[in-house]
């Protein structure tokens, strides 16, 4: 007997915040930066420093809270997390506990349990065997990273698949970095995610034993990772044996997963009010100042796009939600002459597949020379092949599109005496194909095309060349066909 | 009376090694110390709301304006032992 | 000599102020005296005289407590696991002092991380009163109330948690302030418990502690977030009578427990404030008995988290016993840390520990909620409330070191004014004989008023001080 097992899944996501400093003290952050040059007695728990509040971070963490829905807390405090680690240099991490900035809340239809802010641990890099302490091997702690201000954004288990959980993730990346409080890059660090995955019989409402899987550091291993652990997980329950509470990591190489974490360390973490800092008090000052600051979130991107600009859902959906490709397409539309639909497929399909993660900051090609390029193509001075070629020089070199084409020779041919030329010879080469078009059949005119544009290389619009056969055979242009 | 487990237990939390000696004495000064504290339990304090904060203040905020961090020398000068510009420690994993 | 030596810190100032004396040849005077000192009171004495440095405070030396961070100079509250650390900054108050003309003059011994009623727990020995060096000059501040009573120092920086500066001040015959908890940035002072932790003065007198309060409080520090700006300046005292004064006084903390010879001098006391004009009425402190209880939570509470970034990482020592990351923590804290140190962070964790928090943690803070209510309720009738600062006289080394419980009763008069966050000072008010007989040793008398209103409790307190005429000097066979 065999029950429908149904997956149970919830992130907990932590965000470092794009602050000029960082959480507790004036250190300003960077990245790269050579080891612990950017601490003071504050951020590397010195006796007798003491941490003060970044007003920017409470700001950012408001902003987040307002995007999500959340109920922002008139009051909230502090709370010291204890526990003994390296990287953790006072002995405990300054974050919040029951009560947080933010509770409550919901993102496309997944609820949020609360966000709070906290303190960033700092990096330990292990570098394995060392001659020194009696040979056994050695970790070396930089504290630059440490205390950068971090939100933590806890979902309800709402999740119920490896792709919805990896598309909610998306989702949630692009508002936040719509919102401007983050990188929110995941190669860099600035977004990090953890999975908490339980199986249960569908229709239940119970909860099944959850684990943890820890520190999934890109998109596809997220998806990866949770499809790894629900599968290991069904395996388990259909032995007739039981899920065992604990952290795991996931490793996308092997597609292994294993124990962080032994039962033994049990972490008690004694959290108690943070008494070196007084509470956070949400004022009318505060609220303003983050409802001000709110951009245009994606989903109402998205419909803005749709409704004013006659895009349809799926791409008015894909600029909205990829927050540099919507900010690029709007840059470019600003320039004028290019229609909107036709720029965004050109930017939506076209440039995202000439750019590394669909990012055009990736490339050299500027709004302006994309705009240009498109109103080329719809003023037929561009064929939609010859555009491409452009496209992909203006990509890797920059520049703009009249140069790029004149260079090359990728004008369009327009010129009748060369083009009528060309037609004239490929009808007298297939009379067979020219007849099936005199004819009246509609796919005959392929065999003709075809020829004309290899040997233009692509140059001649595909309009003009269907007109001209057309009329080199006495048929009637006919209207509205597509080229 | 505190039984030897929960002080072992107490001790691995707070990273104190005790021998067995200091783990039988450590029982029995804390206890006697926690019979004192007991006194607290006799109290009717439901409706009391605990002091977290003794200071009346709120939103003791920062500008996020960058302050000059410690030089290095400076931050590793106390440091017990040093390697590759950090803190070097046994490694977690080890 | 004895001229510089017998002029109090405000006179020492004044003096320097008119010409009449140099600022270093005072500097220097101390700074042989602390150098030679036999009681153990300084750590680290400077070793030349520094730069001038214009004031009001004068030019006149300071001795600081150990566990206050002065840049390049060992700063080690008490504890082995510091020894010889040397911060690369300098806490506030000790900043604002010097570059008002108090220069550094040395560092004071102390009970380690500030736990202890008798300077007995510091890892650089203990601390012997200068009344009688069998004998403790109580706890932390010990270091810094001996230096004073003694003339190594003209005063000196103490911190006071639950009564370690009051304590001290009262065993050592000087006096001893404990500010309204938030007027002195705690910026780099190794913290003990952060929501009890205070900066003070230790001084001869009441007007040399509002003088050098004074330059302690302020405008907020910035660097500490519960920090406060101090409503108006402090004054130096002159009030001459105690007329219209209403003085509360708590049976919990005047009758059981307190050795006779203090009571007697407690009450003389209270007769001279009557014969000054004041009124001295009952005051009930319903909660007081439980105070201490609560404080034996909350203190070491915070201190087993403040506590735990010594771990042999970044600095102090570190155990090279343990090859593994644990065994290095756990080696160098059980090294490091002395008994009173470990068994309050054992104290600590286990109040704040999964399963005990609500009964032990959660319990005393709304324990401490009650005690603030109870003096708040007293000051509506009272403009003060008085109490002996300590339970006893001066006692004997290792009398109490045994029975930590025993050490812990020192405290008990002491630490409801710190759970309430309230200002509490302590003058001498006379000599009693400790129970076994022997040299009559100082008594102190506590007056502790609401919140910021330590101008006009060191006003009463001056007016008192003026009245008792308590000779200070230690007697030469000492």
Redesign the interface.
């Known amino acids: 007997m065999s029950v429908e097992l149904e997956p149970v899944i919830g992130l907990e996501i932590h965000v470092q915040l794009a602050?000029?400093?960082k959480m507790f003290?004036?250190?300003?952050l960077g990245f790269g930066e050579?080891?612990?040059?950017?601490?003071?007695?504050v951020c590397?728990g010195l006796p007798g420093a003491l941490p003060?509040?970044?007003?920017?971070?409470?700001h950012f963490g408001l902003m987040i809270g307002l995007a999500l829905g959340c109920e922002l807390a008139p009051?909230s405090?502090f709370h010291r997390k204890n526990y003994?680690?390296?990287d953790l240099p006072k002995g405990y991490q300054i974050s919040q506990y029951d009560e947080p900035l933010c509770r409550g809340g919901s993102l496309a239809g997944v609820r949020i349990h609360r966000v709070h802010l906290e303190e960033d641990a700092a990096k330990?890099?292990?570098?394995g065997s060392?001659g020194?302490?009696h040979g056994?091997?050695?970790?070396?702690?930089?504290?630059n990273r440490g205390g950068t201000p971090l939100v933590e954004i806890v979902t309800e288990p709402d999740l119920h698949s490896p792709a919805q959980a990896r598309e909610w993730l998306e989702l949630l990346r692009a508002t936040l970095r719509a919102l401007g409080v983050s990188d929110v890059n995941m190669d860099e660090g600035s977004l990090r995610a953890d999975a908490n995955v339980s199986l249960r019989p569908r229709g239940s409402t119970a909860l099944g034993t959850k684990t943890e899987l820890k520190n999934m550091n890109s998109f596809r291993f997220l998806e990866r990772g949770v499809a790894a652990e629900i599968e290991r997980q069904r395996a388990i329950i259909e032995a007739g044996a039981e899920v065992v509470q604990e952290t795991l990591h996931f490793d996308p190489g092997s597609g292994a997963i294993t124990s962080l974490r032994s039962k033994e360390e049990a972490q008690?973490y004694?959290y108690f009010?943070e008494?070196d800092?007084?509470?956070?008090?949400t004022?009318d000052a505060m609220l303003e100042a983050a409802r001000a600051a709110m951009p245009e979130l994606p989903a109402a991107r998205a419909e803005r796009l749709e409704r004013d600009l006659g895009l349809g859902a799926e791409r008015a959906h894909q600029l909205a939600f990829r927050v540099e490709l919507g900010d690029f397409y709007e840059r470019a539309l600003a320039c004028g002459g290019a229609d909107p639909v036709a720029l965004a497929n050109w930017v939506g399909g076209e440039l995202v597949a000439r750019t590394a993660d669909g990012d055009p900051a990736a490339s050299l090609v500027t709004p302006a020379a994309l705009s240009a390029l498109v109103a080329m193509v719809s003023g037929h001075s561009l064929s939609g092949t010859a555009a491409r070629e452009v496209l992909d020089v203006l990509v890797a070199q920059g520049g703009d599109p009249e140069t790029v084409a004149a260079e090359r020779g990728l004008g369009a041919l327009d010129d009748d005496t060369g083009l009528a030329a060309i037609v004239a010879r490929v009808i007298a080469e297939d009379p067979a194909a020219a007849e099936k078009v005199r004819a009246g059949n509609p796919k005959a005119i392929g065999a003709l095309v075809g020829p004309i544009m290899r040997e233009t290389r692509g140059r001649a619009d595909g309009a003009e060349v269907t007109r001209l056969i057309r009329d080199a055979l006495g048929l009637e242009a006919i209207e509205g066909q597509a080229p | 009376m505190?039984e030897r487990e929960?002080?072992r237990h107490?001790?691995r939390?707070?990273?104190?090694?005790?021998s067995d000696e200091e783990v039988d004495r450590?029982a029995v000064?804390?206890a006697?110390?926690?019979d004192?504290?007991?006194?607290?339990?006799q109290?009717d304090?439901d409706a009391?709301?605990?002091?977290?904060?003794?200071?009346a203040?709120?939103?003791?905020?920062?500008?996020?304006?960058?302050?000059p961090?410690?030089a290095?020398d400076?931050?590793?000068?106390?440091?017990?032992?040093v390697?590759?510009?950090?803190?070097?420690?046994?490694?977690?994993?080890? | 000599m004895s001229e510089i030596l017998s002029l109090s810190a405000a006179g020492a100032a004044k003096a320097v102020a008119s010409g009449e004396l140099d600022a270093r040849e005072l500097f220097e005077t101390y700074r042989a005296r602390a150098a030679a000192d036999q009681l153990n009171a300084f750590v680290w004495v400077a070793e030349a005289v520094p730069p001038a440095v214009e004031g009001p405070l004068g030019g006149v030396p300071l001795a600081v407590k150990d566990l206050f961070c002065t840049e390049g100079v060992p700063s080690q509250s008490g504890s082995r696991i510091l020894e010889g650390?040397?911060p690369?900054y300098t806490a506030t108050v000790v900043e604002r002092l010097a570059a008002q003309g108090a220069p550094l003059l040395g560092k004071t011994n102390q009970d380690e991380f500030a736990m202890g009623s008798s300077t007995e727990n510091s890892a650089f020995g203990p601390v012997h009163n200068p009344w009688d060096r069998g004998r403790v000059p109580g706890g932390s501040s010990g270091g810094s109330a001996a230096a004073v009573a003694a003339r190594l120092a003209p005063w000196a920086l103490g911190t006071d948690t639950g009564g370690s500066i009051r304590q001290p001040a009262a065993l050592c015959g000087i006096v001893g302030l404990k500010p309204t908890?938030?007027a002195v940035s705690r910026y780099g002072m190794i913290a003990f418990a952060s929501?009890l932790d205070q900066a003070g003065p230790l001084t001869r007198d009441v007007t040399d502690a509002a003088l050098l309060y004074s330059k302690m409080v302020g405008a907020r520090d910035?660097r500490d977030?519960?920090s406060?700006d101090f409503p108006g300046a402090i004054e130096l005292p002159v009030r001459a009578d105690l007329a219209g004064v209403r003085i509360g006084v708590p049976a919990e903390l005047s009758g059981e427990g307190i050795e006779p010879g203090v009571l007697e001098a407690f009450e003389a006391t209270l007769e001279l404030a009557r014969t000054l004009g004041a009124s001295v009425e009952p005051c009930a402190l319903p909660?007081a008995?439980?105070a201490?209880?609560?404080y034996?939570?909350l203190a070491p509470a915070e201190a087993?988290s403040n506590l735990?970034r010594f771990?042999?990482?970044?600095?102090?020592?570190?155990s090279s016993d343990?090859?593994?990351?644990?065994?290095?923590?756990?080696?160098t804290?059980?090294d490091g840390?002395g008994a009173e140190v470990?068994?309050r962070?054992?104290?600590g964790?286990?109040a704040l520990?999964s399963g005990y928090y609500d009964?032990?943690y959660?319990?005393?803070?709304?324990?401490?909620?009650?005690i603030?209510e109870d003096f708040s309720a007293g000051f509506e009738r009272f403009d003060f409330i008085a109490t002996p600062t300590a339970p006893g006289v001066a006692f004997e080394l290792g009398a109490k070191t045994s029975?930590?419980?025993a050490m812990?009763l020192n405290d008990f008069c002491t630490v409801p004014m710190s759970l309430?966050?309230i200002p509490a000072i302590s003058i001498p008010c006379g000599l009693a004989e400790p129970p076994g007989g022997g040299r009559a040793l100082p008594v102190g008398f506590q007056l502790a008023g609401p919140a910021f209103s330590e101008n006009v409790l060191l006003g009463a307190a001056f007016a008192l001080e003026q009245a008792l005429a308590f000779d200070g000097s230690v007697p030469d066979d000492a």
């Open positions: 602050t000029a400093t003290c004036g250190c300003e050579p080891p612990n040059t950017r601490t003071c007695p590397i003060v509040v970044n007003a920017r971070a409470i009051r405090i003994f680690y390296p330990l890099i292990h570098i060392s020194r302490i056994s091997q050695l970790s070396v702690v930089d504290f008690d004694r009010p008494p800092l007084v509470p956070i008090a004022t | 505190i929960e002080v107490v001790a939390l707070a990273r104190l090694a005790l450590m000064e804390l006697g110390v926690l004192h504290i007991a006194t607290i339990e109290l304090l009391v709301e605990p002091t977290s904060h003794v200071v203040v709120e939103n003791a905020l920062r500008a996020d304006v960058p302050q961090s410690l290095r400076l931050v590793l000068a106390s440091a017990p032992a390697a590759d510009d950090g803190f070097a420690v046994p490694s977690p994993q080890a | 650390y040397r690369p908890y938030g929501s910035p977030s519960t406060l909660h008995p439980h201490l209880a609560a034996y939570v087993s735990a771990d042999g990482v970044r600095y102090g020592y570190r343990a090859d593994d990351l644990i065994g290095m923590y756990t080696r804290r059980h840390f470990k068994r962070i054992m104290l964790t286990y520990s009964a032990y959660g319990r005393a803070q709304r324990v401490r909620t009650k603030a029975d930590p419980l812990y309430a966050g």
